[in-house]
Structures are given as C-alpha cells and as structure tokens.
C-alpha cells in the first residue's frame, strides 16, 4: 500500500509501523505459547483453532492499536467505516450460527474447531467495537471544535 494512495501524514506512518511491529511479535509469541501448549504441555488444539490464534490475534493487536493511534484510516479514506461495520455484522452472525448450530465446544476432554469460529467472532467484534467507538470520539471532538470556533467568531 503506498502513502500517497490513502494520505497518511508522517505521524500516521510511523504509528502504523510501530502496529505492524506489535502485531509481528504477537504473532511470534502466539507461534511460541501454542507450541508450548501443544507439544510441551501435550495439550490437543484442533488445527483450525490453532491457525485462528495464529492469524486473528496478531490482526486483532496490530489493527486495534492503529485505531486508538488514529492511523488506520487515511486523511481522506472512510473505506473503514464500511468494513468494519461488515466484519462486526458477520462476526456476530459468526458468533450465533455456531451456538446455534450446537456443536460442543469440548469432545471427550479435547477442544473442537468451534473454538477457532468464537475465536474469529471475537477477535473481529473487539475490532469493530475499538473503531466505531474511536471513530464516533473523533466526530465528537471534531463537532466540539467547530462549535467553539462559531462561538469564537461570534463573540469578534
């Protein structure tokens, strides 16, 4: 992705960078803590549980921490306002097509693949919440601004 496509100014870049950053080393501390879980401790994890640890929670950093650092949208980009309003909504249909379908989470004491759809549901519903909950806290901030220079302008 180039800067110049979305407008990120030199602060956004380099909080993005440091996001990427986190989420890298997320993502080798999760490879760590399942091999010690799985091979050190002898604990089964089901492979599609396993991968959605894997992926979802360096995301689930990397993209929360660009959010509260206002650089994951561009100066000119409202694309986000769209998906992650989509991955909230998906996550929750996610979320309660797998209770519904009634699949135990544990089969005999060992932990099934259903785990890795709450997984999935949950990561990107936290996700979805920290940006709409940061973006509305912009717009309000935003709208305060612009009130109290009317009231500036108005007192001149």
Request: net charge negative; proline share 3%; glycine share 6%.
């Amino acid at each position: 992705m180039r800067s110049e496509e979305k407008r990120f100014d030199e602060r956004q870049l380099l909080e993005r960078g440091r996001g990427f950053k986190y989420g890298f080393i997320t993502s080798i501390l999760t490879t760590l803590a399942v091999f010690c879980i799985t091979d050190l401790f002898e604990i089964y994890l089901p492979p599609r549980l396993i991968l959605a640890v894997c992926i979802w929670l360096p995301l689930t950093v990397s993209t929360v921490y660009m959010i509260t650092k206002q650089a994951y949208d561009g100066i000119t980009d409202y694309r986000g306002m769209v998906l992650f309003t989509f991955l909230g909504i998906m996550a929750v249909i996610l979320f309660v097509v797998t209770l519904i379908s009634g699949d135990p989470l544990s089969d005999g004491g060992k932990l099934t693949n259903v785990g890795a759809s709450f997984v999935t549901s949950a990561c990107c519903v936290v996700i979805a919440v920290v940006y709409w909950v940061y973006h509305l806290r912009e717009i309000r901030e935003y709208d305060a601004e612009i009130e109290e220079e009317r009231k500036r302008d108005k007192k001149d």
